[in-house]
């Protein structure tokens, strides 16, 4: 076949099937936007992740009575709740150990 009968059946078939074709072209629009929407969500959202934690800088060390990744289990949860608080005796000789300008007490209960 040459090119040209080639156009001619694709815009005979297109013309035929003009709810077809559309639906088949919205759904193609359809498609691209949302990736474009979830890519571009996913993009800010790490973003505002990444300033949200900035802050914290490279050099801070943090206690902590629960873990980070801490489970669901219950015997874990009354094993760390149990946990003594830092004193403030505890927490300025971890002061005096901690080298640099920017050194911060921060007592939570």
């Given at each position: 076949?040459?090119?040209?009968?080639?156009?001619?059946?694709?815009?005979s078939s297109l013309g035929a099937n003009k709810l077809r074709s559309v639906?088949?072209?919205?759904?193609?629009?359809?498609?691209?936007?949302?990736?474009i929407s979830v890519m571009t969500a996913i993009g800010a959202l790490q973003?505002?992740?990444?300033?949200?934690?900035?802050?914290?800088?490279?050099?801070?060390?943090?206690?902590?009575?629960?873990?980070?990744?801490?489970?669901?289990?219950?015997?874990?949860?009354?094993?760390?709740?149990?946990?003594?608080?830092?004193?403030?005796?505890?927490?300025?000789?971890?002061?005096?150990?901690?080298?640099?300008?920017?050194?911060?007490?921060?007592?939570?209960?």
């Amino acid at each position: 076949m040459l090119f040209g009968e080639i156009i001619k059946m694709a815009w005979s078939s297109l013309g035929a099937n003009k709810l077809r074709s559309v639906l088949t072209m919205l759904g193609i629009t359809i498609g691209v936007f949302s990736v474009i929407s979830v890519m571009t969500a996913i993009g800010a959202l790490q973003y505002s992740i990444e300033n949200g934690i900035s802050f914290l800088g490279s050099n801070i060390f943090q206690f902590a009575k629960y873990p980070a990744n801490m489970s669901a289990s219950g015997d874990l949860r009354e094993k760390f709740r149990n946990r003594h608080d830092i004193t403030y005796k505890q927490a300025l000789h971890y002061y005096r150990l901690m080298e640099g300008e920017a050194r911060e007490i921060c007592l939570k209960s």
